[in-house]
């Protein structure tokens, strides 16, 4: 099964861009790419997600690369409540949750 | 309320017990799964199910049973619970549908497990 890899931290000022990187070398072309975030004391929730084109919905941007090798979730005014760990991982076209694999993720620390 | 609920929040118990922790969703969702956390790892799959009659193992599946005891209803117990299934627990529910082509996760809020 396809893996990705993340940073384990970044940091980032309020109010400013953030863009958090995930590498997923080797993808299959039926992947779509989902990011979660996992708030303190709460479960997983979804952020966005998407296959090929670069995809935007009210809580941030998902820029795909054109080979899909890689991509990037970008929050474009980053708040102290955005402040979490974000997942990005590799869900099959017509199913296949249950072989994601929720890594580690990258721990966003938010500064005022 | 929240469209999926987890009971209870946080529970101790000792060496030797049963446990059953439930999960109840809202969503009208077919897929269900159970999901434990350990401090600075990431999510890591017990059981999932695909409707009330498909139930699979997960990746760590030992130590733990389920029970899918309608389309809504999903739970996980511990027949004898030991010190490293300490652990934050999730449920969660997939809006996957046949043909649809992508699926989202909606995950509850967690029960903190504390075995002693």
């Known amino acids: 099964d396809a893996k990705t890899t993340q940073p384990n931290s970044m940091e980032s000022n309020e109010e400013e861009p953030v863009h958090l990187p995930c590498n997923h070398s080797?993808?299959?072309?039926?992947?779509?790419i989902h990011w979660y975030r996992q708030l303190p004391s709460q479960g997983p929730e979804y952020v966005i997600h998407?296959?090929?084109s670069n995809v935007n919905n009210r809580m941030a941007s998902l820029a795909i690369a054109e080979d899909r090798k890689s991509s990037t979730l970008i929050l474009h005014r980053a708040t102290l409540r955005d402040a979490a760990v974000y997942y990005c991982?590799?869900?099959?076209?017509?199913?296949?949750?249950?072989?994601?694999?929720f890594g580690k993720g990258t721990k966003l620390t938010v500064n005022p | 309320d929240a469209d999926v609920t987890q009971t209870p929040r946080n529970r101790i118990t000792k060496t030797g017990k049963r446990i059953m922790l439930e999960c109840s969703q809202t969503?009208?969702?077919?897929?269900m799964y159970w999901y434990r956390q350990d401090p600075g790892l990431g999510l890591r799959l017990i059981y999932y199910?695909?409707?009330?009659?498909?139930?699979n193992k997960g990746e760590i599946s030992d130590g733990y049973s389920v029970s899918r005891q309608a389309q809504a209803k999903f739970s996980l117990s511990l027949e004898s619970a030991i010190p490293n299934q300490t652990a934050l627990y999730f449920c969660?529910?997939?809006?996957?549908?046949?043909?649809?082509?992508?699926?989202?996760?909606?995950f509850g809020s967690g029960t903190q497990l504390s075995v002693l």
């Open positions: 998407g296959l090929t």
């Open positions: 199910s695909f409707d009330v009659k498909d139930i």
């Open positions: 080797t993808i299959s072309g039926t992947d779509y």
């Open positions: 991982i590799l869900i099959l076209t017509q199913g296949g949750s249950e072989k994601l694999v």
């Open positions: 969503k009208g969702h077919d897929r």
């Open positions: 969660a529910t997939s809006d996957f549908l046949p043909g649809q082509g992508d699926e989202k996760l909606f």
